[in-house]
């Protein structure tokens, strides 16, 4: 399992890359990226540096218990990002595809509503705003309860 | 007993510091408890946590909710539902 928060951004060609060599077991592997969208001038994430990690690690581990994983990423990006940049990559890794994908939605919804980010936009005119909580990412975690 | 608190976000903003080692009395012995406490401290605490329900905490990095007891030396972070992702 890899989980990193940074400032740099991440390729989503070199972490497919660095968790599949030298694996012959992986059949699959599901990729989520999520940008900043327009038309925000500029999103600014900040984050609750000691609980972070264990969060993300609590969130893996329990994917890694509903699903066969053979691997799984996870790099969430801080501090100021511009339109069209990636803020978070989620990649999960299995020996067949519904696994892969499955973990991956999983990974991104519990994500959002479990991990203690908070993202900042500013707007063309220079005015900033809180992002505001969704209730549709309260219900993309919900339909995963059993 | 004293309490290291973290306020991130909006709260942050509003309470004006990110921050602070509180002195608390033996009375506040869990987080409803430090809510309430707060919201007494000052016009900046009131605005802070204005609306009930709104506010999120965490004990020692880990989610909880009102009912969690504290202790001396004990981390609690308060803040805004997170929005990452």
Same mark, same amino acid.
Request: proline share 5%; aromatic share 8%.
């Given at each position: 399992m890899t989980i990193r928060i940074q400032h740099a951004p991440f390729d989503v060609g070199t972490e497919i890359a660095a968790l599949s060599? @030298?694996?012959?077991?992986? @059949?699959g592997i599901g990729c989520f990226v999520g940008n900043v969208r327009g038309p925000v001038a500029a999103m600014t994430l900040e984050h609750y540096e000691a609980m972070t990690l264990p969060a993300l690690q609590a969130i893996v581990a329990e994917a890694e218990a509903r699903w066969p994983l053979l691997g799984c990423t996870v790099i969430h990006r801080i501090g100021r990002l511009l339109p069209g940049e990636g803020i978070v990559l989620v990649l999960a890794a299995s020996a067949h595809r519904q696994a892969a994908l499955d973990a991956t939605a999983f990974l991104i919804d519990y994500l959002k509503t479990r991990a203690p980010f908070w993202k900042k936009e500013t707007f063309a005119d220079g005015t900033e705003a809180w992002v505001e909580p969704r209730a549709v990412d309260d219900a993309a975690v919900a339909k995963w309860s059993r | 007993m004293t309490v290291h608190v973290l306020y991130f976000a909006w709260l942050r903003e509003r309470v004006g510091r990110s921050e602070e080692a509180l002195e608390l009395p033996?009375? !506040?012995?869990d987080v409803g408890a430090l809510v309430s406490w707060l919201r007494a401290q000052g016009d900046n605490y009131r605005r802070a946590f204005a !609306?009930? @329900?709104v506010v999120r905490c965490a004990v020692n990095q880990v989610f909880a909710g009102p009912e969690m007891s504290i202790k001396s030396g004990d981390e609690v972070a308060f803040f805004p539902p997170v929005t990452g992702g």
């Amino acid at each position: 399992m890899t989980i990193r928060i940074q400032h740099a951004p991440f390729d989503v060609g070199t972490e497919i890359a660095a968790l599949s060599a @030298g694996r012959t077991d992986i @059949g699959g592997i599901g990729c989520f990226v999520g940008n900043v969208r327009g038309p925000v001038a500029a999103m600014t994430l900040e984050h609750y540096e000691a609980m972070t990690l264990p969060a993300l690690q609590a969130i893996v581990a329990e994917a890694e218990a509903r699903w066969p994983l053979l691997g799984c990423t996870v790099i969430h990006r801080i501090g100021r990002l511009l339109p069209g940049e990636g803020i978070v990559l989620v990649l999960a890794a299995s020996a067949h595809r519904q696994a892969a994908l499955d973990a991956t939605a999983f990974l991104i919804d519990y994500l959002k509503t479990r991990a203690p980010f908070w993202k900042k936009e500013t707007f063309a005119d220079g005015t900033e705003a809180w992002v505001e909580p969704r209730a549709v990412d309260d219900a993309a975690v919900a339909k995963w309860s059993r | 007993m004293t309490v290291h608190v973290l306020y991130f976000a909006w709260l942050r903003e509003r309470v004006g510091r990110s921050e602070e080692a509180l002195e608390l009395p033996e009375s !506040v012995a869990d987080v409803g408890a430090l809510v309430s406490w707060l919201r007494a401290q000052g016009d900046n605490y009131r605005r802070a946590f204005a !609306v009930p @329900g709104v506010v999120r905490c965490a004990v020692n990095q880990v989610f909880a909710g009102p009912e969690m007891s504290i202790k001396s030396g004990d981390e609690v972070a308060f803040f805004p539902p997170v929005t990452g992702g």
